[in-house]
Each structure stands twice: as C-alpha cells, then as structure tokens.
C-alpha cells in the first residue's frame, strides 16, 4: 500500500470521529435541561391539574396564535444555542401559510389542556423523494412545552399522526431532526431506527418500518 495515498484519508476520519463524538455530547449535554417525569409532575401539581387533563384533537385555523406561540417557545427551549430564533411573526405566517395550503397533503393534531390551552402540537406531512423512495409518511414537527415532558403526551401525539397516516394509506414515516437533539432517545424508545447518510454517517433522521406496529407496540407500554 501506498502510505501517501492513504495519508490525507487519516484526518478526514479523525474529524468524523470528533463530530460524531461532539454530537453525542451535545445530546447528553442537552438532555440535561429537561424535566424530570417527577419534576413535570410536581408542576402540574402546583397548578392544580393532572395527567388527565389532557385532550389530543386535530388542529384547526382558530388555534393557530397558539400553535405559533407554543413553536415558538418550544422551539427556543429546543435549540437553545441558536442565537437568533424564529420569532411569533415568522411562525404565526408559517402557520397560515399551511392553513391556506390545506390540500390534504398534511395535518396536525394539537394537546390541549382542560381549558383549551394548546402545550404542544404534532404535524404529518406526505413525503416522496428519491433519497428514500420506501417512506411516504413524514413526522415534520413534535413539540410538547418543557413543562409538559415526559408525562407520555408525546407518545400520544406520535400514536396519533401514525393512526391518521394508517387512515391514509400510509404505514411508514421519516423525520429529520438534529443529531444532537435528545428527542432522539424518545423517537428510539419508542421503536424508530436511525437512518445512516451514504458516508455512514448519522444526521439526525430517523424512521418507522411499520406505523401499525408502533401503534400496537405503544398500545401495550
Ligand atoms: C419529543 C417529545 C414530544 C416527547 O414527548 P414526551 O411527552 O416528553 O415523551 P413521553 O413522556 O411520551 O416519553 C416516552 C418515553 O420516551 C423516552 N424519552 C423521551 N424523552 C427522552 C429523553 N430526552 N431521553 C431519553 N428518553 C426519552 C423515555 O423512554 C420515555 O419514557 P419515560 O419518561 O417513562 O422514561 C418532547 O420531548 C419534546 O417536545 N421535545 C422537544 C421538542 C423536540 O425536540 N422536537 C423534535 C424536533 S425534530
């Protein structure tokens, strides 16, 4: 072998090893922000509700301020290192936008709260591209306010954008998240299997097989 030849190949190695190790750190790092599932508990105490409070529905136009500010903040809480978060204004036209643009290619569900509150939101989308031809469904958005963490309201949205997508005729779905975000040990949990570029490498998207099976699989956790 040609020690020249493989001379350049060595550090770009190096850095994927770093990155990939930077990533994984990041999603520790991260995860420690969350809330517990006692401490989400304590706070719903605190404000006199409980985990039955809570009621999924599909999203319509009248909920749109709120779905804007709940993107808003819970995105912010999200990707906390970014410097210069989208604002209401930007998520509130967004959201408009695909009001406007309700040709059945997508939908959302919201959780809201005995008083008709929205804390988080799901949205589905149709997906096609040639990258991967096999997924037609597509997790586009999940977020739950941090106060509002593992109290299984995330399971429950995800159960019910994959039923709307069996409804669909879709059984499988993708999502593309950040590599460093620790919602993937949630979307992992919950039966998801990494998706791997051509490099080899993890870019944050993940995908479900068989949208029946995380239905049944979540009927019995
Ligand atoms: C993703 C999200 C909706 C999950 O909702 P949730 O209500 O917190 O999740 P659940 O309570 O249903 O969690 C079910 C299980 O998933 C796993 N899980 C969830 N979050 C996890 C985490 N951060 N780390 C490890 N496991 C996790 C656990 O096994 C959990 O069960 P447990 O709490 O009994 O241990 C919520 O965490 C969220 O809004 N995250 C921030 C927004 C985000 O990152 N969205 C995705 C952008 S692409």
């Given amino acids: 072998m040609n020690p020249l030849r ?12 770093q990155s990939m190790k930077l ?13 517990s599932r006692s ?4 706070l ?14 599909r999203a319509v136009e009248t909920d749109i301020p709120q779905l804007a500010a709940v993107h808003v903040k819970a995105w912010a809480d999200t990707y906390f290192t970014y410097r210069n978060p989208p604002t209401y204004e930007i998520r509130l036209s967004q959201w408009k936008e695909s009001f406007r643009n309700n040709d059945g ?3 959302a569900y919201v959780v809201v709260d005995k008083n008709n509150n929205v804390i988080g939101f799901a949205k589905g989308k149709t997906y096609s591209t040639a990258d991967l031809p096999d ?3 597509e997790l586009n958005k999940i977020f739950l306010l941090f106060d509002y963490h593992r109290l299984g309201l995330g399971t429950r949205l995800l159960v019910k954008v994959a039923e709307y ?27 998801a299997k990494k998706l791997y570029g051509k490099n080899g490498g993890f870019h944050g998207g993940y995908a479900w097989d068989n949208l029946r099976d995380l239905v049944k699989m979540v009927k019995v956790v």
């Avoid at 990041?26 to 922000?33: D, M, P, V």
């Avoid at 719903?44 to 529905?57: A, E, K, P």
């Avoid at 997508?165 to 039966?191: D, K, Q």
């Fill in 23 to 35: 990533y994984r750190l990041q999603r520790i790092l991260s995860n420690l922000r969350r809330n």
């Fill in 105 to 107: 290619s997508w939908f």
């Fill in 44 to 57: 719903l105490q605190q404000r006199g509700g409980s985990v039955n409070d809570f009621s999924i529905r």
């Fill in 165 to 191: 997508f069996i409804t669909m005729g879709i059984n499988n779905m993708v999502l593309f998240s950040e590599p460093s975000n620790p919602t993937g040990w949630f979307y992992e949990a919950r039966g």
């Fill in 135 to 137: 997924y037609q469904g």
């Fill in 6 to 17: 493989l001379r350049p190949l060595a550090p770009l190695r190096e850095i994927k090893n």
């Fill in 39 to 42: 401490k989400s508990l304590k």
